[in-house]
């Protein structure tokens, strides 16, 4: 399962809409490696006054690794996480995680981290199973 979803929210989207601070506080609990990830790379993006921060450390177990493949593998979770934080969130490697500014979406930067050739650059022999 990839949230741990309270009878209290159930109950909420049983009868609707769930709203985003409601979805993101299930999804930080929940997932709390992958949050810990995407926060990282947020404040970084942030702090750094750049368009691009990623974050290249492979998971501390499989656990982890799990809670990071979950998170940006579900459109729901990745599109909460990207409103939630403002920015655009990419993945490559079962753990290599980058934000990009919105508007930095179209450029050279974000292009070459999400094409066919960026993945292919971005293999070593460790990765193979992940």
């Known amino acids: ?6 009878p209290d ?3 909420i989207a049983e009868r609707g809409d769930v709203s985003d601070a409601e979805f993101v506080a299930c ?10 990830v995407v ?6 993006l942030r702090s750094g006054g750049a368009e691009f921060a990623d974050h290249e450390v492979p998971p501390p177990s499989e656990t982890e690794r799990g809670q990071l493949l979950r998170a940006l593998a579900s459109d729901a979770i ?3 996480l990207e409103r939630h934080f403002g920015a655009k969130l990419a993945f490559q490697n079962c ?8 508007n930095a979406v179209g450029n ?5 981290f999400v094409s ?7 293999q070593s022999p460790e990765l193979r199973n992940c």
């Open 108 to 112: 050279d930067r974000y292009q070459a």
């Open 78 to 80: 990745r599109g909460g």
């Open 9 to 11: 929210l159930l109950s």
């Open 116 to 122: 066919p050739r960026g993945q292919l650059l971005n």
């Open 95 to 102: 753990h290599r995680v980058a934000a990009f500014s919105f």
């Open 1 to 6: 399962m990839s949230l741990n979803v309270s």
């Open 39 to 44: 926060s990282k790379v947020m404040t970084d």
């Open 27 to 36: 999804v930080r609990e929940s997932l709390p490696y992958a949050w810990e």
